[in-house]
């Protein structure tokens, strides 16, 4: 048994260690005083305060998540009526095929998704006159284009789940169908779209190729930013900026643990207390 | 065949005229035409797949008929949405709104009806009162044992006052003991608010006790229609007398019909067995049915000499306030017959036991007999 144990421990840092020392390095080396990335110089903060006055490096990341903001916002709007289409409406003329449109974005290559964004925004550049200038517009339509696939296939799965009896009780006792819809269907599914929302911003916040083939003069975000950078060589400030990055959803992931922890021990606590009242 | 349609014409508050629903080219309701008087406690009864749970599914409207018309209280119908229908309906699987407390749940259907919120409020209050829930008013679904949540499902429905309850297997998912229960709950409850019911039911002992007439249906049609004791003791075919309860049944021929009566000669039975029942002549085939309660059972021979068939015991199973016996003829057929256990004695000393020489008696009232099945 012991010797299962240590196998089992060494596998495991393994594993962790695989994952994480990349990470763990570059964390390190933020703290670096060296402008050389790789070679230690003594522990330092200024990386991280050079980057907070750095311009550039705030407009980019503001940007970046003004259009992650607004794209899955959207994304989510037109992926949770997509979903509803596909799940609820069994027979229609043309269901296949959406459903097989809808859902190719997610296996095709994003530089194809980038290319033909682009080609279709000069095209309509040309013959209606907008968009007029590629930038913050252009790339929030490519952004919601792809992500909403996600929100689309999430909520369809969960609505596919749903017994539908609930719907057709609401309807049965005197709820025309947009009532249906607002009373009972979306706070059912409510955390699908909310993981949907969740998985389209960060989609959005980190992508580097489409947004690359989709922007104008003056918007850079913050992941094309950190790549044009990286191409002059990996400096202790870009280590700071992804540093702060993982910092911040490390802050988000955690939070939604606890919440996700909190809501499952209510339920469980519930559950006891209904068994405990039946006995 | 003193069975069939008793319900007086006018006073029809449900009115299903010649219905058929197909899907594709399956036929799940197949010309149906039935009525169902103001009040009633009507169950259609059937095995999985007859219709009957689409024909319920057409009266609150989330099926739309192929053919023929639906009348609820004088009104067609045809083109009413589920939500505008006089109608409400409780689900087998209840369909409880799982974010919304009891009490929610209960109300929701009240939102759209023209009172006031106090007014809303006593309502489910009232409802929960009479299912005995209102302790759990705050409590979700998911914090609730079944037959709490079927209550639930049952209060909700009633909420509106509808002019029609309709119940999918009301009690299907619950265990016997609280079946058994929630069964007199609902007749008691349907009788106090005077709502029409009509229940979907797969479980013959449940359409018996809760409906005051029952449809037997068949592969989407209604093979026939009666008080529970018309349908088990005046059973209008082969197959109600077979799905109603248990029957022994044989191939007869009829060899005599008199005024006695129809006399008719198995070569299951091996004796003639004289029925009072009449429309048959001499030669006809049928088929002869008799209960196995309605059989008497004797290990002296009885002075009546007609109907009388001697046999062997074979089996027999004890269950306390009866005994199912196997009996086995000089023929080799095999029939049932059931017996009350009326005096206290070891279950090896009650009327007969293996291996015993009786005699089974069959009152001619008690035999029944139908023609060939169409």
Redesign the interface.
Known sequence: MKQRSTFLFSVMAFGLAFLYVPILSMMFFSFNRSRLATVWGGFSTQWYGKLFSNSQVIDAALLSLRIALLSATLATILGTMAGLALARFRRFRGRALLSGLVTAPLIMPEVITGISSLLLFIMMAEWLGWPGQRGFTTITIAHITFSMTYVTVIVQSRLTAM?L??E?????????PWQVLR??TL??ISPAILSGWLLAFTISLDDVVITSFTTGPGYTTLPMLIWSKVKLGVTPDINALATVIVVVVAIGVAISAVILTRADKR?ER??Q??IAA?K | MTAGESAPQQSDFIHIEGVTKSFGSFKAVDNVTLSISKGELFALLGGSGCGKTTLLRMLAGFETPTAGRIFIDGQDMAGVPAYERPVNMMFQSYALFPHMTVAKNVGYGLKHEDMTQVQREDRVREMLNLVQLSHLADRKPHQLSGGQRQRVALARSLAKLPKLLLLDEPLGALDKKLREHTQFEIANIQYKLGITFVVVTHDQEEAMTLASRIAVMDKGVIRQIGSPSDIYEHPNSRFVADFIGSANMVEAEVTKADGAGTEVLSPSLGHPILVASSGYTKGDKVTLAFRPEKVSISRKKPAAAKNVLKGTVQDFGYFGKDSLYRIKLPTGHVLSVNAVNAERAAAEQAVATWEDEVYLTIAPAAAMLFGAET
């Open positions: 017994d009896s609930i057709e009780a609401a309807m049965d006792l005197g709820s025309r009373d009972v706070p059912i339920r519930d559950i207390m209904a039946n």
